[in-house]
């Protein structure tokens, strides 16, 4: 018996942003959801105006399961995760051992395949997914801000400005073109 997608079904019990006060709760499997929405978009960005040449659908996988090792190990809130450089490494070591742990659940022909898939080495994928996952977390501050939470406003500006950082011309596109849509009503979307 394997129990690697049992656990993976378990995403939804993983909330985020434990240390803040949410009007909306948000949990792993959803955001990794819009991260891969995102991380695929960034792609097809990146191919579509600026040549890239990415595997859109393999950055979209990845980022389905870039937090899939918060299954085992929670969600250790940013300012913990890294407070300092030991700090991040020793927990860079934790969720390299949950990966480890999690694709040993399944049968040996699949292993090799879902460690790609949970730990991708390919620099393009780790960097664009890495873009959607900060990008998700603002847009989650974003609607935040929306719902009059104002816990969340010193967020947005550090998460706006890592993404600025990040100097990627399709994140800067997409913080153009496409953020501006997540400050409006239902009824404004029209």
């Known amino acids: 018996m394997h129990h690697f997608f049992a656990y993976m079904a378990r995403m939804r019990f993983i909330d985020r942003w434990a240390l803040m006060r949410n009007s909306y709760t948000e949990n792993i499997q959803e955001h990794s959801h819009q991260v891969a929405i995102l991380a695929h978009a960034l792609s097809v960005l990146r ?34 995760k890294y407070y300092n450089p030991d700090i991040r490494d020793a927990y860079k070591q934790v969720e390299a051992i949950a990966c480890r742990k999690l694709t040993g659940m399944l049968p040996e022909k699949l292993r090799g395949l879902y460690a790609d898939l949970l730990t991708p080495a390919d620099p393009q994928v780790e960097e ?9 977390a603002h847009i989650k501050c974003l609607e935040e801000e929306k719902a009059g939470n104002h816990e969340f406003c010193a967020a947005a500006r550090q998460t706006r400005q890592a993404l600025a950082d990040m100097h990627l011309p399709e ?7 496409f953020l501006p849509s997540f400050r409006l009503t239902l009824d404004e979307l029209e």
Do not use: C, M, R, W
């Open 47 to 80: 191919n579509a105006y600026f040549g890239g040449q990415v595997d859109a659908g393999a950055v979209a996988v990845a980022a389905l399961y870039h937090d899939a090792s918060e299954i085992l190990t929670g969600d250790l809130p940013t300012p913990i």
């Open 128 to 136: 664009l997914v890495k873009a959607a996952d900060k990008l998700s």
């Open 171 to 177: 994140v800067d596109l997409f913080l153009e073109e």
